[in-house]
């Protein structure tokens, strides 16, 4: 079992930064693992925002693409998402999964195996 725990999240202006964090432990060889960013927006579905691969090929959606930065770091089991420039329409629960690398299904939520319990962001215009 992987325990997942993110940190970060909170209230900033358009324009504005915010660096997340997920932590991971249990019985988790995390260097095996793909790690995603998905987020809800109140009233949508849960989305892609990007995700890190095992060899650290990195992946985004369109709409975070030359904003938005995955990073890990293998010896502290953890995953991070820069965020730059920073819209209202950022603004959503922002989600790390974790699932054992493949190769595929990097932006499609069902691969991914375990989830953390979500970091709000709010970005106010």
């Known amino acids: 079992q992987v325990q997942l725990v993110e940190s970060g999240g909170g209230l900033v202006q358009a324009g504005g930064s915010l660096r997340l964090s997920c932590a991971a432990s249990g019985r988790t060889s995390f260097s095996s693992y793909a790690m995603g960013w998905f987020r809800q927006a109140p009233g949508k579905e849960r989305e892609f925002v990007s995700a890190i691969s095992r060899s650290y090929y990195r992946y985004y959606a369109d709409s975070v693409k030359g904003r938005f930065t995955i990073s890990r770091d293998n010896a502290k089991n953890t995953v991070y998402l820069q965020m730059n420039s920073l819209k209202p329409e950022d603004t959503a629960v922002y989600y790390c999964?974790?699932?054992?690398?493949?190769?595929?299904?990097?932006?499609?939520?069902?691969?991914?195996?375990?989830w953390g319990q979500g970091t709000q962001v709010t970005v106010s215009s």
């Open positions: 999964a974790a699932k054992i690398d493949y190769g595929l299904g990097y932006d499609k939520e069902g691969p991914y195996d375990y």
